[in-house]
């Protein structure tokens, strides 16, 4: 561990983590950006089965440029809230688990926040996998994905793309950005034959409305390069998190999902002949 650094090893992702980056001046932090060589995590957490196939570790980056109705993670929105971490750091944390992760037959999950805020921090940990022989998953939002190189994406042998909403009204409004550049870089993996799992969270009164799913559905199957779909039910797991940060929680009144509205949602993504969860 760098001397007098917090703890790099979470025990999820819900745990809230503020101002753990702060004390670092800004030319450091720009500099990181730039050049890699530092990055911002709010932590790395093991035994993931959701985040990519087999047993994942995962880092979680700090900073995203969305901001979901339904994110439960807002402390991830701001890059120094995350501890910050050199390039040596990361990839030794990476190098523990490396047997460990052969035997489980998993990999390594980059998530967020947003990882490509910090896209060349981002390619030097996909490197670091790959050198020590480890799958590679990138768990994006899909809306920075020009700031890869096709060599860079290389490093990546599967994308976890987040597609929040098929009407670029509902996206705007479910996350206060744009639907296009999403979609354009889910065709750009398309082209290259990059394997995509899609991610959809289906949020009553929000994202659930049936035509909504299907544009999702048909945009998918077009793709060819979908290899599954998960449905992610909405849920309050993150509600605390918004109110320790004071922020303004608009869903604080919205229930869970119910299970029929997931199952339903699934049969129109199985409808266009994709594998739905
Ligand atoms: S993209 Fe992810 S991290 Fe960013 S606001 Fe949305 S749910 Fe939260």
Known sequence: MDAGS???EGKSPFEL????GKSVPESDVRSALTTGDMGFLHSFTTGSTVDGPGVRVVAW???????????HNPDTWTLTNGVPVTIARAKEQLGKYRRGLRLMSGGFTLSGGEPLMQDRFAVKLFRAAKELGIHTALDTNGSLGDRLSDAELELIDLVLLDIK????ELHRRVTGAEVGPVLE???RLAACKKPIWVRYVLVPGYTDDSDNVEGVARFAASLRNVQRVDVLP???MGR???????LNYVLDQVAPLSPALAATACLQFRAHGLEAY
């Open 6 to 8: 917090p703890p790099l």
């Open 165 to 168: 909403s098929f009407d670029p």
């Open 240 to 246: 605390f998190k918004w109110k320790e940060l004071k």
């Open 234 to 236: 909405f849920h309050q």
């Open 61 to 71: 980056t700090t900073g995203c440029q969305f901001r979901c109705l339904y994110c």
């Open 185 to 187: 870089f889910a065709r």
């Open 17 to 20: 983590r503020v101002n753990l």
